[in-house]
């Protein structure tokens, strides 16, 4: 063997010799398993309790407060259009002009038509009276003939007058009764005629009535306040009553609505906890309501929960809940996207833990690994209701003063001791007394 192939077989096998050594010396990676009969070492959290408010965000869109679609209830053509798209209207202003020019006649038709009747019952009424003064007289003149009848019998009967004046007298009376019968007759037509006029009075201001109104409907006027859109029609247009298409809309945006959806299933877990008084729950229709916008922005103001409807969706499990929130400057629009945050309840001694302490076992079941008071690891199985930014909220399995496993789960199994270390302190906590680890036994 030559000198350079020599040097080089000693520096080789120097390198190699270092290597083995360093690597027989260095230290377990981190998430491997210990040494031989040395105790894991594990961090841990203490179970605390605290006062938390359960929220549940639930996605919805924005719809105006009240709808109203400007439609005309005449047929016209439009003359002017009084108002300025995309402004605020009060209800009661002028929206259109229809030309009232048609209308304006057949109210004044009507009017006069009314005027026509009211003199005509007046000259009904007076016919009626003259007729019934008649009736009053002719009823005086028949108690005469008759009295006059009984008297010329009587006057007869003792020799005093003939019979022919006696004749003559209930001739008289007989007219009389008859001329009365007439004069009643003609009393009734002159009551039916003045019923009739009347009646005609009535028609005629009904006529009027509808003119008036006819005439009024062709200033087509806002029904609610709020913004309004845009004008579907422009002058010159002609309008038919009850249209299909709207001339315009106006939406009423302060207060605004937000309906979202929420599942029939959280609904039921919320009744449950709140029935097991876990959860305190305020009055449903007085919890607050916080809104994010479609960017995440948050909206200043808060809103209140209105109602929930009462019919669940079979093709998504899920129903409406409707909240209603102040909207003096009209951030939200009808049709937005947003996120509501629904205050739930109170839960006063809620236990949470960081999401790592949870693992799942074969069947999916959340379990954590706790340290008992002999230092030894014990599993306990979890009931979660809802994950909390990076923590867990459990609602059964943990009590406080628990030491749940939160780094090192994967170098321990149930049953094993360990050295517990508080969990960001930096400070070793023995759970028990260090055991001298056996050496291990020498090749034979």
């Not at 009424?125 to 007289?137: D, K, P, S």
């Not at 305020?282 to 309501?289: H, L």
């Not at 945050?341 to 302490?357: F, H, K, N, T």
Request: hydrophobic share 40%.
């Amino acid at each position: 063997m030559d000198v350079p192939y020599r040097n080089r077989f000693i520096i080789i096998t120097a390198v190699l010799t270092i290597a083995l050594s360093l690597g027989a010396c260095g230290k377990p990676r981190e998430g491997g398993a210990p040494p031989f009969g040395a105790v894991p070492e594990v961090s841990f959290i203490t179970v605390q309790t605290e006062t938390i408010a359960l929220t549940e965000e639930l996605p919805g869109r924005t719809y105006a407060f009240l709808v109203a679609e400007v439609r005309p209830q005449v047929s016209g053509i439009i003359q002017k259009r009084l108002f300025t798209e995309g402004s605020e209207v009060k209800a009661g202003d002028v929206l259109y002009q229809i030309d009232p020019t048609l209308f304006q006649a057949a109210y004044d038709n009507a009017a006069a038509n009314l005027a026509v009747a009211r003199k005509a019952a007046d000259r009904a009424r007076a016919g009626l009276q003259t007729t019934l003064a008649q009736v009053a007289r002719q009823q005086a003149t028949v108690e005469l003939a008759r009295t006059n009848r009984s008297r010329f019998e009587d006057l007869v009967k003792e020799g005093a007058v003939s019979a022919s004046e006696r004749d003559q007298a209930v001739t008289e009376a007989q007219v009389a009764e008859a001329t009365l019968k007439a004069v009643e007759a003609q009393a009734k037509s002159d009551q039916e005629a003045v019923a009739a006029a009347e009646a005609a009075i009535k028609q005629a201001e009904a006529v009027l009535q509808t003119a008036r109104v006819n005439l009024g409907y062709t200033r087509i006027t806002a029904p609610i306040g709020g913004r309004i859109g845009k004008s579907n029609v422009t002058v010159g247009a002609l309008v038919t009553a009850h249209q299909p298409n709207p001339l315009a809309v106006i939406q009423k945006l302060d207060p605004i609505y937000v309906d979202a959806t929420q599942s029939s299933a959280n609904l039921l877990r919320l009744k449950r906890n709140i029935e097991a008084g876990w959860i305190k729950g305020g009055a449903r229709g007085q919890a607050r309501v916080k809104l994010f916008l479609e960017d995440g922005t948050p909206y200043p103001l808060e809103g209140t929960l209105k109602f929930s409807d009462v019919t669940v969706d079979p093709s998504t499990g899920s129903f409406t809940v409707r909240m209603v929130f102040p909207n003096p400057k009209q951030i939200l629009l009808p049709g937005m996207y947003v996120r509501a945050l629904v205050q739930e309840g109170v839960v006063d001694r809620a236990i949470l833990i960081p999401q790592q302490a949870v693992s799942r076992d074969l069947k999916g079941n959340p379990l954590a690994l706790v340290v008992n008071g002999s230092g030894k690891v014990e599993p306990r199985m979890l009931v979660l209701d809802r994950a909390i930014g990076d923590r867990w909220l459990v609602s059964s399995g943990l009590a406080p003063g628990d030491r749940v496993i939160v780094e090192g789960i994967q170098k321990v199994r149930p049953g094993v001791s360990v050295k517990a270390i508080p969990f960001g302190s930096g400070q070793k906590e023995v759970s028990q007394p260090p055991t001298k680890p056996e050496p291990p036994a020498k090749a034979k």
